[in-house]
């Protein structure tokens, strides 16, 4: 069976410092990893995928994930932490070649952001 | 460009009512896919739609149910209500099987 735990409820930095938001996955197949964003009051947006290319994988605000099979992790990081960063992050997991069907949603980490 | 719509925003019903939701996506976009959203189980897949076609399912029983028009446009309907169907439920828009864009959702409560 196929899971995604985030390791964090809740992270807080303070700005200009790094972030590290924990992600491991369960999967008995190549899976396609991602990690979502949801900014309050707004919606769900795709922040960076992994699909079997690069293992280091770069999405939009500075944001960057590793995928490191031998230790089954999808660690999202961004080297200095801006305010505009406060959100909830989802990582997820597709462990097939195209359904939507199998995506597993992680319960979210909340990244708190501190001046 | 204008985002993935949801309408309404909020809705309060009674158990055994139905209810229908509905998702207006970003423009261009084909696929519209709708999921759960509880405090217990998180993001929760319903179904997706792609040009008017169920094109997956979730584990979710034949209360819930969906269908997609020729504008894109999607509707969601949940009959029979019970007291665990009060939830976030959120479209999500895409080109292609992944979602990209998700909408603010629609807040259901059932009393």
């Known amino acids: 069976a196929q899971s995604v735990t985030q390791l964090d409820s809740h992270v807080s930095v303070s700005e200009g410092t790094p972030v590290l938001l924990r992600c491991n996955y369960s999967s008995s197949y190549s899976p396609s990893l991602f990690w979502y964003v949801q900014h309050p009051n707004k919606g769900l947006q795709l922040l960076l995928k992994y699909t079997s290319a690069a293992t280091l994988v770069k999405g939009i605000n500075g944001f960057e994930a590793e995928f490191k099979k031998s230790e089954t992790s999808f660690h999202l990081t961004k080297p200095s932490a801006h305010m505009r960063d406060a959100a909830e992050y989802f990582c997820v997991v597709r462990t097939d070649g195209g359904s939507q069907g199998n995506l597993i949603f992680g319960k979210g980490t909340k990244l708190s952001v501190k001046p | 460009k204008a985002g993935v719509t949801q309408t309404p925003r909020y809705l309060i019903k009674t158990r055994g009512q139905q209810v229908t939701l509905s998702c207006s996506p970003i423009?261009?976009?084909?696929?519209v896919s709708w999921y759960q959203q509880t405090p217990g189980q998180g993001l929760q897949f319903l179904f997706e739609?792609?040009?008017?076609?169920?094109?997956n399912k979730g584990n979710f029983p034949g209360r819930f149910s969906g269908r997609q028009f020729s504008n894109s446009r999607s509707e969601m309907n949940v009959s029979t209500l019970e007291l665990g169907d009060s939830a976030l439920y959120l479209c999500?828009?895409?080109?292609?099987?992944?979602?990209?864009?998700f909408g603010p959702g629609t807040r259901l409560t059932v009393l």
């Open positions: 739609y792609f040009s008017e076609t169920q094109r």
């Open positions: 999500a828009s895409s080109e292609g099987h992944l979602p990209q864009y």
């Open positions: 423009s261009g976009h084909r696929s």
